[in-house]
């Protein structure tokens, strides 16, 4: 269904909210890990989801956003700004971590989210914004697709 | 395995002597008469090739000049076949063959059993779309889950005749039916009902599924499986995104207050449980069920021994007791529903069997044990009330009409009179074989 969630509203994430996004960290590491086994997550995943998200709040290269209902924090977006060393536009917005519970999908939250961290990202002199995530995840291709995103590199792996 | 009983003992070794014996279940006979060599001139060639053109011209023909109006295929991988789980399509071929006797006997269909050696979801579904052109219908058995949710799904979107799913549908609308007299007994409203799920197999995912359709709210609906109850805050949820779209679906659909936590917590405050969760006794603690509310409704369908013994369940304050077997009262049984539905729907030449259709064999099934001394002993007629068939069918047939998916439209009256006589033809059939002993009775 498309169209906006009313029930959800977006802000900047605040100490205060770091065990709750720690651990939608934790829940996007697992989904990823259902895609690839190269994307199998550690055992102390809440651990390093704190730390890092603790340090991403504070960081003034990291836009990270909440979506909230009713007080609760129920999405995460975390973008690092990224200046990019041989192309142009240089000042690049990269997606890395981009969540929201399940009962708050398909209702149009996620695009709302999107559109939200890319205003917030232009307002700071962002030309370039893109997105990280494991190739196998379908979902995540078409939902950039279809909001104009398009491949620009390809990171292959294997075990040695 | 449970211990299984002299009764049972008995059973298997009769089975097997019988089917060396007989050397199956079903057999292929011809529906016309031969008065000499000569009538292959007309059944066979040169005559049939006018059938041929014909059809060759006109598809849905094919519907009126040969047998396909009323033969159906019962497609299985064998990966899920009765409490023994994945056996192969050679193994599921006796269970299969038996499906067919049934559907003959108290439908009149004539279903032809498929066991296949495909497993993967694609080539099953380009298996069975494959076979279109030779059946009216198609009876998908004993898959496993979630591969025979989406099999359903995708073949109901591209098949033009309808396709069942027995294992969902089947227990779905038998366990509706059981429902709806339950809550008329206890003079609940189907709307306000709180109705607790243990067990996510194909079953229970279905009957959740068909209860929204049938007047329920599947806000009030709760699911518990092994790791408690369904919510969409559960750490499985994504993982079931991927996999189980289905249980996916129900988890932000149901329980709309979001309670957390397990059976015992499900069952406070609730009006039915729904168990249909792996073979009891005592598969969880019965005093939960002293929990529930006043004049509970409480369906164990596990086989072959319910999730609770029946007696327990009703010494816990349950008012109304189902079971899945035929020697406690109660059988929630899908025989009572997939002969007459599947006669309902070749009746009146359906391009498919929905929700609506289930629900209203339901309904019809309900409507039938009201009428025919309901109790709470007594909420499903038993298969050998036989009457009840042509009037699910006619039910059936009626629905499909008004949805606009039928080929034929006759009144009620005409449906149920024709359902009647085509199930009587297949019964009085076979008795005329037994009398004239062209079919032997079992050696002793």
């Known amino acids: 269904m498309a169209g906006i969630d009313n029930r959800i509203k977006f802000r900047d994430a605040r100490e205060g909210d770091v065990e709750a996004l ?13 895609f690839d086994s ?58 890395i971590e981009f969540y929201i519970m399940p009962e708050y999908r398909k209702h149009g939250g996620g695009t709302e989210m999107l559109h939200h961290a890319i205003d917030r990202m232009k307002r700071i002199g ?35 | 395995m449970p211990k299984k009983d002299d009764k049972t003992e008995r059973l298997y070794r009769l089975a097997m002597r019988y089917s060396k014996f007989y050397g199956g279940k079903i057999a292929v006979m011809p529906n016309v008469p031969v008065r000499s060599l000569d009538d292959f001139s007309i059944w066979y060639t040169p005559g049939v090739a006018a059938v041929s053109r014909a059809i060759e011209k006109d598809h849905n023909l094919s ?43 108290l439908g009149g269909v004539n279903a032809v059993p498929l066991t296949v050696n495909v497993h993967d979801q694609q080539g099953i579904f380009n298996t069975v779309s494959s076979l279109e052109p030779a059946f009216g219908g198609f009876n998908l058995e004993d898959i496993e889950s979630p591969k025979c949710f989406y099999l359903l799904d995708s073949l109901r979107k591209s098949v033009k005749v309808p396709v069942w799913h027995d294992d969902q549908q089947g227990t779905a609308g038998a366990t509706l039916a059981g429902l709806l007299s339950s809550i008329r007994l206890t003079g609940r409203k189907a709307s306000q009902t709180k109705i607790v799920f243990l067990g996510t197999g194909a079953a229970n995912v279905a009957t959740a599924r068909i209860l929204a359709v049938a007047g329920f709210d599947q ?35 149901t329980n709309s207050e979001r309670m957390k936590g397990g059976l015992e917590d499900a069952l406070k405050g609730a009006d039915v449980l729904v168990a249909a969760s792996g073979p009891g006794p005592d598969k969880f603690p019965k005093e939960y069920i002293k929990g529930m509310n006043k004049d509970a409704i409480t369906f164990m369908l596990a086989n072959p021994v319910p999730e609770i013994w029946p007696w327990e369940a009703k010494d816990m304050g349950a008012r109304i007791v189902a079971t899945g077997r035929s020697d406690f009262p109660n059988q929630v049984n899908n ?30 099934i309900a409507r039938y044990a009201y009428e025919n001394g309901m109790s709470e002993e007594h909420i499903i007629p038993t298969m050998k009330e036989w009457e009840v068939y042509p009037n699910v069918a006619a039910a059936v047939a009626r629905k499909a009409v008004g949805q606009r998916i039928a080929k034929r439209s006759m009144s009620a009256k005409k449906f149920h009179d024709n359902a009647k006589r085509i199930i009587e033809g ?18 002793q």
Request: hydrophobic share 45%; with cysteine.
């Open chain 1, 22 to 34: 720690a651990e939608l960290v934790a829940r996007l590491k697992r989904l990823n890990e259902e």
């Open chain 2, 63 to 105: 519907f009126e000049l040969t047998s396909r109006w009323n033969t159906i295929a019962i497609v299985s991988d064998g990966t899920r076949v009765l409490g023994l789980g994945n056996v192969g399509p050679e193994a599921a071929m006796p269970v299969m063959e038996g499906k067919a006797m049934i559907f003959k006997y």
């Open chain 2, 335 to 364: 025989s009572i529903i997939f002969p007459a539905l599947f006669r309902g729907a070749l009746d009146c030449g359906a391009s498919a069997i929905t929700d609506e259709m289930i629900v209203a064999a339901s309904s019809e």
């Open chain 1, 38 to 95: 190269m994307l199998k997550v550690r055992d102390d995943i809440k651990d390093v989801s704190r730390s890092y998200i603790s340090s991403a709040v504070k960081d003034k290269n990291c836009i990270v956003l909440v979506a909230e209902n009713d007080g609760k924090v129920v999405g995460l977006l975390k973008a690092d700004i990224r200046e990019r060393r041989f192309s142009q536009p240089m000042t690049e917005g990269r997606i």
């Open chain 1, 126 to 160: 962002v030309k370039i914004v893109s997105a990280e995530f494991p190739s196998q995840n379908k979902i995540s291709v078409e939902f950039y697709a279809k909001q104009g995103f398009r491949p620009i590199t390809n990171i292959h792996a294997k075990l040695i």
């Open chain 2, 426 to 443: 297949s019964r009085m059939m076979l008795s005329a074989l037994i009398k004239s002993r062209l079919i032997k009775m079992p050696p």
């Open chain 2, 219 to 253: 806000g009030n609906i709760i699911m518990v499986d092994s790791k408690g109850i369904l919510n969409p805050e559960r750490d499985d949820m994504d993982e079931l995104m991927l996999h189980n779209p289905w249980k996916y679906d129900l988890a932000i659909k």
